[in-house]
């Protein structure tokens, strides 16, 4: 799924407890510390392109972040510890592991998949690209869903 769907189901979700901006974050944070610091290494070096690398360019180290971000394991174990320290940021934090649960049937196997239980396993799911019509249309009309939801809420307390 793309990173801005993924950052609009992590606000909608998971940012109306007062981090709105938490909720935005965490729903993309795998794809802007995989990707997202692929793509501004490759803007600095004049390397940038439209549309997704091909695998044989990307360095190696974006595989690791990747799995890394995308695994299950490693973020309840980060969402676990801001728990004990901060209840309040830690349903924010939730948009992370909704991104991990979103990718898993929506990447192929054949690029990037997503290895949830990463590093306890490499198991992964060979999806669905998210870009098809029959996955990219119902992301829409949930996204729009949401929105209308949470306008609605917060246009009603202000009669109240």
């Known amino acids: 799924m793309d990173t801005f769907s993924h950052a609009l189901w992590g606000l909608g979700l998971f940012g109306f407890r007062g981090f709105p901006w938490l909720a935005l974050f965490f729903g993309a944070l795998p794809d802007l510390f995989s990707f997202g610091i692929l793509h501004f290494i490759r803007l600095l070096n004049g390397e940038w392109e439209i549309g997704p690398p091909k695998l044989e360019t990307i360095p190696s180290w974006t595989f690791s972040v990747y799995d890394s971000t995308h695994s299950l394991v490693i973020a309840c174990i980060v969402i676990g510890i801001v728990y004990v320290q901060r209840k309040d940021m830690a349903f924010a ?3 992370w592991p909704f991104h991990i649960l979103l990718d898993i049937p929506f990447h192929e196997g054949g690029y990037f998949p997503t290895k ?3 590093p306890l396993s490499d198991f992964f799911i060979d999806g669905i690209p998210w870009a098809t ?3 990219w249309i ?3 009309a949930g996204l729009l869903v949401i929105s209308v939801y949470r306008w609605h809420q917060r246009s009603s307390k202000t009669f109240f």
Request: charged share 0%; aromatic share 8%.
């Open 116 to 118: 949830m239980l990463w």
């Open 138 to 140: 119902p992301n829409l």
């Open 133 to 135: 019509p029959m996955v």
């Open 93 to 95: 934090m939730l948009g």
